[in-house]
């Protein structure tokens, strides 16, 4: 009896620190569904990522940088799959621009267009670049290990290249790129 007892018990602590594990380093269910979901894309999102490898051939960007739209879910940084808890329709539909979460350097934004940015910030962060940007009221929450990506600011940007700095020190800011006004074009813009 007393074996039986101490095996249930076992086993139930076993389990409970296996899901603990697979909870915070993203394991099951979480990849198998952005997986799942990867398998269901639509035209849109094919075209994008074709644009997207297109742009990244013809430009030698590196491996570790991304385009993909912007849903509820979709991981925000190209090497972590922490995502934005909230999923403000206000965001929809954009691109994200992915990269490291830990990345510390310069991006060159190319818009083929008229565009809006928003910068996803942490209060952790060295906030001052984005003092000449205007602060919304979308909200959001990007829960990481080492901060949380709180707020949003914004900045409207002409057609042309526009360098943006990672973000940081603590860690890099996530770039999500609109079109201005709707338009026929697929792909605002690419990376230099």
Same mark, same amino acid.
Not at 17 to 39: D, T
Not at 61 to 73: C, D, F, Q, V
Not at 75 to 101: M, T
């Given at each position: 009896?007393? /074996?039986?007892?101490?095996?249930?018990?076992?086993?139930?602590?076993?389990?409970?620190?296996?899901?603990?594990? $697979?909870?915070?380093? %993203?394991?099951?269910?979480?990849?198998?569904?952005?997986?799942?979901?990867?398998?269901?894309?639509?035209? +849109? +999102?094919?075209?994008? @990522?074709?644009?997207?490898?297109? $742009?990244? $051939?013809?430009? /030698?960007?590196?491996?570790?940088?991304?385009?993909?739209?912007?849903?509820?879910? @979709?991981?925000?940084? *190209?090497? &972590? %799959?922490?995502? =934005?808890?909230? !999923? *403000?329709?206000?965001? +929809?539909? *954009?691109?994200?621009?992915?990269?490291? &979460?830990?990345?510390? !350097?310069?991006? @060159?934004?190319?818009?083929?267009?008229?565009?809006?940015?928003?910068?996803?910030? $942490? =209060? =952790? %962060? =060295?906030?001052?670049?984005?003092?000449?940007? %205007?602060?919304?009221?979308?909200?959001?929450?990007?829960? !990481?290990? *080492? #901060?949380?990506?709180?707020?949003?600011?914004?900045?409207?940007?002409? /057609?042309?290249?526009? +360098?943006?700095? #990672?973000? !940081?020190?603590?860690?890099?800011?996530?770039?999500?790129?609109?079109?201005?006004?709707?338009?026929?074009?697929?792909?605002?813009?690419?990376?230099?």
């Amino acid at each position: 009896m007393k /074996a039986k007892v101490f095996l249930y018990t076992f086993a139930s602590i076993v389990l409970f620190v296996s899901g603990m594990v $697979s909870y915070k380093e %993203n394991l099951l269910p979480r990849q198998f569904l952005h997986a799942f979901k990867s398998i269901l894309t639509t035209n +849109e +999102e094919k075209l994008a @990522t074709e644009l997207n490898e297109q $742009s990244t $051939s013809i430009n /030698a960007t590196a491996p570790k940088i991304r385009i993909l739209p912007y849903a509820k879910g @979709t991981p925000l940084f *190209s090497d &972590r %799959n922490y995502e =934005d808890e909230i !999923g *403000s329709k206000s965001l +929809e539909p *954009s691109y994200v621009v992915q990269f490291p &979460r830990h990345f510390d !350097g310069n991006i @060159t934004l190319v818009a083929n267009e008229p565009s809006i940015i928003y910068r996803l910030i $942490s =209060d =952790d %962060n =060295d906030n001052q670049i984005f003092s000449d940007w %205007n602060v919304t009221e979308i909200p959001v929450l990007v829960n !990481g290990v *080492s #901060s949380k990506h709180t707020k949003v600011v914004t900045k409207a940007i002409n /057609a042309g290249e526009i +360098e943006l700095s #990672s973000g !940081g020190p603590v860690c890099s800011s996530p770039v999500l790129v609109k079109q201005d006004k709707a338009t026929d074009s697929n792909l605002p813009f690419r990376i230099k």
